[in-house]
């Protein structure tokens, strides 16, 4: 199984900011040597890839640095060319991860991405470029798929990717979010589930085998793109649900045995997660890769692309 690492091009922050942005290395660290694991650095979304999602003045205002105070202050990162850059590398991991499961390795990481807050012209939520629908985008004008589903399991509801495809009808998104989270305004989603304060583990997976399959008869996707985000964790900081670590390798076996049956590819990325000790944080992220490497490995007796899909119910 691939897995796409942009680590080190590190975005430089003081030291007071509450982003977690070590928790990159420290997974990157304990994904190495993993056998099964090939490890790879994804190029940069190249500017034709920005342009398919994002305005062109504000890809320029971007890389020129000339985003102002009021940007800067949404995104939440103070700017610099490695913050272009590494946001430029974060959506070519998941480019790499959606073209590698596509071409035949049933599923694809990247270490980093779910940069869900990104819209058309502005950023938002430590997010600049939004590298799902970058993908997305990437792999349609490629011919390698038609259709996608966005599945976004982070406690934040994706405004970006819910705004950006509105109105395509190729692109269907799914977000299953803490209700009173960021962000205050939640443009609708193809499927949105907005979940009550402190929602554990049953509630939650409950939720999940209800609406997964529902939007997977929506979209009738060529593939999946997965948010695997480690917020919802009883440990978040700027989460409000209650899943355990348990809880959250559940989740991602749900999403996983699901695409397994129906024969989907899926390329997952990290997102969000604030726990105040960044171990918990790599601790969930590291099982999602895990999860991933041994569907990897399961998918040899998977059906073909779309063989179950009559299984699912109308929507």
Not at 160 to 174: E, Q
């Amino acid at each position: 199984m691939r897995a796409y690492y942009c680590h080190h091009f590190v975005l430089p922050l003081p030291p007071e900011h509450r982003f977690p942005m070590d928790k990159y290395r420290r997974l990157y660290e304990r994904v190495r040597g993993v056998e099964g694991i090939e490890l790879v650095e994804p190029e940069p979304a190249s500017i034709e890839d920005l342009q398919r999602v994002h305005c062109h003045d504000y890809i320029a205002r971007m890389h020129e640095g000339r985003a102002s105070e009021a940007e800067l202050r949404r995104i939440g990162f103070p700017w610099s060319p490695a913050m272009v850059e590494r946001s430029r590398r974060s959506s070519g991991g998941t480019i790499g991860a959606l073209t590698s499961a596509l071409r035949g390795d049933s599923v694809a990481v990247n270490l980093a991405g779910g940069t869900h807050h990104a819209a058309f012209d502005r950023g938002g939520g430590y997010c600049v470029f939004n590298d799902s629908v970058v993908a997305a985008r990437h792999v349609q004008a490629a011919g390698l798929a038609d259709r996608l589903l966005v599945v976004d399991l982070d406690v934040h509801q994706g405004d970006g990717t819910a705004a950006l495809c509105a109105n395509d009808p190729t692109i269907h998104t799914f977000s299953m979010h803490a209700a009173r989270n960021y962000p205050a305004v939640k443009p609708p989603s193809d499927l949105d589930v907005a979940l009550p304060d402190g929602t554990d583990d049953q509630a939650y997976l409950d939720l999940l085998d209800h609406h997964l399959p529902r939007a997977i008869a929506a979209a009738r996707p060529d593939a999946l793109i997965y948010l695997a985000g480690a917020d919802p964790f009883e440990g978040d900081r700027l989460g409000f649900l209650k899943l355990s670590k348990a809880g959250l390798r559940e989740r991602d076996q749900r999403v996983l045995d699901t695409c397994r049956r129906l024969g989907l590819p899926l390329s997952i990325s990290m997102a969000g997660g604030y726990a105040n000790d960044v171990e918990d944080i790599v601790d969930i992220h590291h099982a999602t890769v895990l999860a991933a490497l041994a569907h990897a490995r399961g998918c040899a007796d998977a059906p073909e692309p779309h063989a179950a899909a009559a299984t699912l119910p109308d929507c």
